[in-house]
């Protein structure tokens, strides 16, 4: 029983847990194109995981047509994606991979990520929740070429979280959550302190280029 506790203790964050976690407020940002963003976290198996908070007047389902198109995420956001590439769509599951340049002062490898992702949505209710694809999952051959091609690219060994847009009084409440281990050498107070400065902006992207659409 004991081994089995430990077990689930260090369990890698699911969508259940967190949703189901208790979030402490960080700090609250104010963003040129999201507005006030409220800055959370919380820790899950050993994870820390962040989420970030605004409310727009932007339609929800332009927000989802925006976190959706995994391909033109190189154009509008400016987090430094370099590469994007839909490899698999099937009814409302995306599977994808994604590479960001990091930039050479940061001292810090470039990272990439092979996801899959489930997009859902009613009158009131949008989303789009992934996780990662374990050595590209069903697609072997296009990890493999490229980790041939990305050597000396880190791929993070957690990486699960979510997009949730609701219709409010307000507008359109978007909660964005992610957990994450940003594998390699980057220390995890490092890690926390870049996740929390360009989590904003993050969700600044998303509203910016749904207003354009």
């Avoid at 194109?33 to 198996?45: F, H, L, N, P, R």
């Avoid at 989420?51 to 190189?74: F, I, N, Q």
């Avoid at 307000?170 to 926390?192: E, F, H, K, L, N």
Wanted: proline share 3%.
């Amino acid at each position: 029983m004991l081994i089995v506790a430990l077990s689930l203790a260090f369990a890698d964050p699911s969508h259940s847990a967190i949703d189901g976690a208790s979030w402490s407020e960080l700090t609250r940002k104010n963003h040129a194109d999201a507005g006030e963003i409220v800055i959370k976290s919380t820790q899950i198996g050993g994870v820390d995981c962040f989420r970030g908070e605004a409310t727009t007047d932007v339609a929800g389902s332009k927000l989802l047509d925006v976190v959706a198109d995994v391909e033109g995420a190189v154009s509008w956001s400016t987090a430094g994606l370099a590469e994007a590439k839909l490899l698999a769509k099937s009814g409302n599951k995306l599977d994808y991979y994604q590479f960001l340049d990091v930039p050479g002062w940061t001292m810090a490898s470039d990272r990439f990520w092979f996801l899959t992702s489930v997009v859902e949505s009613t009158d009131s209710k949008w989303s789009l929740k992934w996780n990662r694809l374990e050595n590209g999952g069903a697609h072997a051959e296009a990890y493999a070429a490229f980790k041939a091609s990305h050597s000396s690219a880190v791929e993070p060994p957690v990486n699960v979280g979510s997009w949730v847009f609701e219709a409010s009084d307000g507008g359109t409440r978007m909660t964005y959550s992610v957990c994450t281990d940003s594998g390699g050498s980057i220390p995890a107070a490092v890690q926390s302190a870049a996740t929390r400065k360009t989590l904003p902006d993050t969700l600044g992207d998303v509203v910016r280029e749904a207003r354009t659409r």
